[in-house]
């Protein structure tokens, strides 16, 4: 079997990162984790994976939103343009949305922040895996 796509879970809540870790490895992907923005940005030049899994809402707030300007616009283009899924729950919270869900006005992904796609939090593991492999563009490598 053909090594499966490196994945980075980025998300300060161990029992987050532990759950799509095992719903991640149930398909053979291959998984780094971190707990910050800033540790995600070590791994992704460390690990360099295929994709992101981003939340983010993290301690130092929307923590999320710096990584992906900080990772789409100071790194080299290699790195810049690793796919990035956000994980949100935030707008369980507040009245944002950042992608459609009924042609209620809200934005596509990519369209205003530079990600592939979002999903709601938490994460129903054949949604996450279906996306994740969209993303990767089918199987993964």
Avoid: C
């Avoid at 707990?35 to 460390?46: F, G, N, Q």
């Avoid at 990772?71 to 949305?97: C, F, G, M, S, W």
């Amino acid at each position: 079997m053909a090594n499966k796509a490196t994945i980075l879970v980025v998300d300060d809540d161990p029992d987050i990162v532990e759950a799509l870790t095992l719903v991640l490895k149930s398909e053979s992907y291959q998984v780094e984790a971190a707990t910050s923005a800033e540790e995600a940005l070590e791994k992704v030049t460390a690990a360099r994976p295929d994709l992101i899994l981003l939340d983010v809402m993290m301690p130092a707030g929307t923590e999320g939103f710096q990584f992906v300007w900080k990772l789409r616009n100071e790194y080299p283009e290699d790195l810049a343009q690793t796919p990035i899924i956000v994980l949100t729950a935030i707008h369980d919270t507040t009245r944002l949305k950042f992608y459609p869900e009924r042609g209620d006005g809200t934005y596509e992904p990519g369209e205003y922040l530079p990600v592939q796609g979002f999903i709601d939090k938490p994460a129903e593991p054949a949604k996450l895996l279906k996306q994740v492999a969209e993303v990767l563009g089918d199987s993964g490598r």
